[in-house]
Structures are given as structure tokens and as C-alpha cells.
């Protein structure tokens, strides 16, 4: 055991190693999703990114399909609950149940 202290590893303070292909995918990223000046075939002027572009060229149901599999990288997925919702005693009746309720928070007072 190492009575809390660390061993091995890196000395503190010293830097990750480069990593070139994450800094061009980075760099990359970049400059496909900044927006820039562009014009049109007709000559009209916009602002759009390289993927506003390519989002556009796809068909309605592309454009949801592929913005749906984005939004799982910027939203947490719920969780399903599974509950069990039998009852047991199913003779009281609902008043003899609130009856029951009255009694013990009487009791409990």
C-alpha cells in the first residue's frame, strides 16, 4: 500500500505530449464552422460557414436526421425508469386509505 502518497507517474507540472493530428482536426473544426463573407451566383452577399452550406444542400429530412445526431453530442440522454405500480391490499377503499394517512401523521405528531 502506499500509506496516501502517490508513486510513479508524471512529476507535477509537466506538459501533455503533442499531439499533432488533434491540433489539425481542431484547426480544421475551425474553419468549417466560422462563418465568412460569401456571395451568391446572382451576386448576393451573406455570411454562412462551410457547414451552413453543406446542411443546406441536404434534403429536409437529411437536414433533421443529421441535426438529430448532432444534438446527442450537446444534450444528455434521459435515462428510462422502470416503476412497479402493483398494489397489493386492492380491499380498502380509498377512503379507508386516507383514514389510515390521517391517523399515522396524528400519531406521528
Known sequence: MALGRKTG????????????LKGYLRTHSIEYFTARPRTDEHGNSFIASDFDLDLAELSPVDRVTAELKLLKFHTPEM???DMDMTVDDTSKTIADRLSQLVDDDSSAS
Do not use: F, L, M
Not at 507517474?9 to 499533432?20: F, H, I
Open 9 to 20: 507517474g508524471r512529476v507535477a507540472g509537466t506538459p501533455n505530449k503533442k499531439n499533432p
Open 79 to 81: 435515462k428510462s425508469v
